[in-house]
Nanobody, 121 residues
Framework: QVQLVESGGGLVQPGQSLKLSCAAS????????MVWYRQTPGKERELVAN????????NYADYAKNRFTISRDDAKNLLTLQIDSLKPEDPAVYYC??????????????WGQGTLVTVSS
């Protein structure tokens, strides 16, 4: 059974940092591109960043390039997202997503339940 379980969300003050985690199980983690998305009420889900493999290439949305850091540990089946200097525009539900990268995994697309990040002074 595939599971992606996010954690680490919560209420923080502007300027503080937060580290989100996503624990994966039920599939071969290293074969999947891992992605963080976020969504606020009334808006479409948007890409934050993705990473191909441990120490592999990463890709960030323009707004995420300076304050967000995506990383993964394929030995632990763990994906993380470090968010620094949180801003009022960062509150959202942050979702972990995995996408099959190899031909045998094409079309496989798994989602976590999301973790809520709130920014308030």
């Amino acid at each position: 059974q595939v599971q992606l379980v996010e954690s680490g969300g919560g209420l923080v003050q502007p300027g503080q940092s937060l580290k989100l985690s996503c624990a994966a199980s039920g599939f071969i983690f290293s074969r999947f591109t891992m992605v963080w998305y976020r969504q606020t009420p009334g808006k479409e889900r948007e890409l934050v960043a993705n990473i191909i493999s441990t120490n592999g290439p990463t890709n960030y949305a323009d707004y995420a390039k300076n304050r967000f850091t995506i990383s993964r540990d394929d030995a632990k089946n763990l994906l993380t997202l470090q968010i620094d200097s949180l801003k009022p525009e960062d509150p959202a539900v942050y979702y972990c997503n995995s996408k099959g990268r190899l031909p045998k995994d094409y079309g496989k697309d798994y989602w976590g339940q999301g973790t809520l990040v709130t920014v308030s002074s």
